[in-house]
């Protein structure tokens, strides 16, 4: 079983930026893939970020260019940095690994972006 807590969520105004942390605990051999997903209210959650094991990334279109992904494969942990945050930002964040073939949840943190 992993764990993954994320912090770094917040207040932030349009063109600032925030840097979300995740850490995964547990029984942790070798983490495969390591994301960030958002949920806006009453939409579907969506990939904002990944980025493999061996560092390879991969971004959604919205988000080219003003996020950046990165991990720490010897602490188990995930960063997404977000500059120029917009206001349609504003959502829950999750971080998302994966282990051993498992997919495993955060319980999200929540990130609002004031116009």
């Known amino acids: 079983q992993v764990r993954l807590v994320e912090s770094g969520g917040g207040l932030a105004q349009a063109g600032g930026s925030l840097r979300l942390s995740c850490a995964a605990s547990g029984r942790i051999i070798s983490i495969n893939a390591m994301g960030w997903y958002r949920q806006a209210p009453g939409k579907q959650r969506d990939l904002v970020a990944v980025?493999?094991?061996?560092?390879?990334?991969n971004y959604a279109d919205s988000v080219k260019g003003r996020f950046t992904i990165s991990r720490d494969n010897a602490k188990n942990m995930v960063f997404l940095l977000m500059n120029s945050l917009k206001p349609e930002e504003t959502a829950d964040y999750y971080c998302?690994?994966?282990?051993?073939?498992?997919?495993?949840w955060g319980q999200g943190t929540q990130v609002t972006v004031s116009s």
């Open positions: 980025i493999s094991r061996g560092g390879t990334t």
């Open positions: 998302n690994v994966v282990h051993l073939g498992y997919s495993y």
